[in-house]
């Protein structure tokens, strides 16, 4: 049983510096009832495929 | 739950790119999806270096099942006090892949990305690892 009371005074933000939103990213200045986010990320060493020209089927490992 | 209004004085986006948002106002629903595969391989381009394809790789077919995963409060209130938010500046440099800026109110955001890199080795390069 879980009981939340959120109560927002004030909120004055000098300056935002970003470098990069992306991939289904969000920045938002306002209020949202609900944020439902999922990734994926798949990278070397896991990843990777080694000796064939061809992307598939060829290579020693192939995750 | 009573929304604020979103006071911005200046802001400055450098770049946006591949279907990105920009949105100054209000909006209900941001559900976006990226799909990307990014290939590093070494030498100059191939015959070989297409091909790569989403349905060739799991990491784009697999569904989690978040159901169970979400958590709400049983209970949630929210009380504004006030009646807006201010942010003198907003300074970005880049917005890219089915992103959102947004000043403004939204209702809820579904999002989704999924991205896998793959290095193409060259057997001399897997010797050395």
């Known amino acids: ?63 | 739950m009573h929304k604020r209004t979103a006071h911005v004085n200046q802001a400055e986006l450098n770049s946006i790119s591949y279907s990105s948002i920009f949105e100054v106002g209000d909006s209900y629903a941001f559900e976006p999806k990226t799909y990307a595969i990014a290939v590093q391989k070494s030498g100059r381009p191939h015959q070989s270096d297409e091909g790569f394809d989403f349905h060739q790789f799991s990491l784009f077919q697999k569904e989690i099942d978040t159901s169970k995963m979400v958590s709400e409060p049983s209970r949630l209130s929210v009380y504004q006090h006030r009646p807006s938010i201010h942010v003198n500046r907003v300074n970005i440099i880049g917005v890219s892949s089915s992103s959102l800026v947004q000043f403004g109110v939204l209702h809820h955001a579904d999002c989704a990305s999924r991205i896998k890199h793959i290095r193409v080795l060259s057997p001399q390069q897997s010797v050395m690892d």
């Open chain 1, 1 to 63: 049983m879980m009981n939340l009371e959120v109560h927002n005074w004030d909120l004055q933000v000098g300056d935002i510096q970003i470098t990069g939103v992306s991939s289904s990213s969000l920045f938002l200045v306002g209020d949202m009832e609900e944020a439902k986010l999922t990734s994926y990320y798949d990278t070397p060493p896991d990843s990777y495929i080694v000796g064939s020209l061809v992307p598939l089927g060829g290579g020693s490992r192939h995750a």
